[in-house]
């Protein structure tokens, strides 16, 4: 009996059309386009504006490109899991809508929150239940709408996040493709350094924890940046080592796209030419879940039967990691 492994057989992407440019942040904050692009590598960023829409339109936009783009019958899918950290709602799960409104009726669902490592460990996740053998279409969906939680007067972070989705299908394989090895970490020490004061069980939404700003994003950027670009690149490297892979074994790095120098640093370690990373940070800035499927989406026709990938991400709480996996089809 051949061995299963979970492979990645389409994807799908959706971004807003509402540009945020560097040239327009200039005007609403103590900053400039130099200045960004310099230290983070964005350009520009795409923000959901439209009133009553959240991270659930963002999802099934993503998913829906999916779906039509392979023409696959949702019908025919057993599993959703929603990465996201911006949740449409507490308590609701964003993944049960998700799933009812593309017509995924057969499909149970759940959210998976891991800050920007949520659609990485989301990755594992769906492996192990293709794996199994109990599922054969697990839908992976990240999105996030950071507009809803940014202060806009904050130039540490207004700069740097983006709304946007992105979608998987995973599939078993029995041709040795798909999700080879995976090396996943946390540590709560993060938990000071890039959080929301307010809205949970701690501390629960008031007039006051409204009027003092407490629900929007803190990060203390220096202090991420420096655990961003060492735990990357350690996982990536440390993967690396696990599977006998040199520079030359990989065909492409999926990096989380939350900052241009972190992304360089992790290539460096693993030995990579430029040519090897995707980008495309400067387009749509740190989108949190849904950067991965949007670098997929992006470089879907590059992408090869056989190519090598290497995933990696960082988030806050801290968690992060790396994830090899086989591509499994050319693209049409």
């Known amino acids: 009996m051949s061995t299963i492994t979970a492979a990645i057989t389409a994807v799908g992407s959706y971004v807003p059309d509402f540009v945020l440019s ?23 960023r795409r923000l959901l504006k439209e009133p009553g829409k959240g991270t659930s339109y963002l999802a099934i936009k993503a998913a829906q490109n999916l779906i039509e783009k392979n023409n696959i019958d949702p019908l025919t899918i057993d599993l959703i899991i929603m990465a996201t ?39 594992s996740t769906a492996s192990a239940y293709i794996q199994s053998g109990r599922y054969k279409k697990v839908l992976l969906i990240g999105a996030d709408k950071m507009s809803s939680i ?21 599939e078993p394989n029995t041709e040795g493709l798909g999700l080879q090895d995976e090396f996943l970490r946390s540590d709560g020490i993060g938990r000071e350094y890039l959080k929301i004061d307010a809205g949970g069980s701690i501390l629960p939404a008031s007039k006051d924890t409204v009027e003092n700003g407490q629900h929007f994003v803190f990060q203390d950027g220096k202090t991420v940046f420096k655990y961003a670009v060492s735990g990357m690149a350690d996982v ?27 992304i360089d640093a992790t290539a460096q370690r693993m030995g990579l ?18 950067t991965l499927p949007l670098l997929l989406s992006d470089y879907e026709s590059q992408l ?29």
């Not at 940014?150 to 995973?170: E, K, N, P, Q, S």
């Not at 696990?242 to 065909?251: A, K, M, Q, V």
């Not at 040519?275 to 989108?287: D, E, F």
Request: aromatic fraction near 12%.
């Open 236 to 262: 990536s490297e440390k993967i690396m080592q696990r599977n006998n892979l040199t520079h030359d074994d990989i065909n492409w790095l999926v990096a989380h796209q939350a900052n241009r120098r972190i």
């Open 304 to 332: 090869k039967k056989g190519d090598n990938l290497i995933f990696a991400a960082f988030g806050g709480g801290f968690t992060w990691g790396a994830i090899y996996l086989k591509w499994a089809y050319n693209k049409q």
């Open 150 to 170: 940014i202060d806009y007067t904050d130039r540490a972070t207004c700069i740097i996040f983006g709304d946007g989705g992105g979608a998987v299908l995973f």
């Open 85 to 123: 950290a911006t949740p449409d709602m507490p308590v609701a799960s964003t993944g049960v809508y998700v799933a009812s409104q593309i017509g995924a009726v057969n499909a149970f669902a759940f959210d998976l929150s891991a800050a920007c490592s949520s659609f990485l460990y989301g990755m």
């Open 273 to 290: 030419d430029e040519s090897k990373v995707l980008i495309n940070i400067q387009r749509y800035g740190n989108t949190t879940s849904a």
């Open 22 to 44: 560097n040239a327009v942040l200039e005007q609403m904050v103590d900053t400039n386009d130099e200045w960004i692009t310099t230290r983070t590598g964005i350009k520009e």
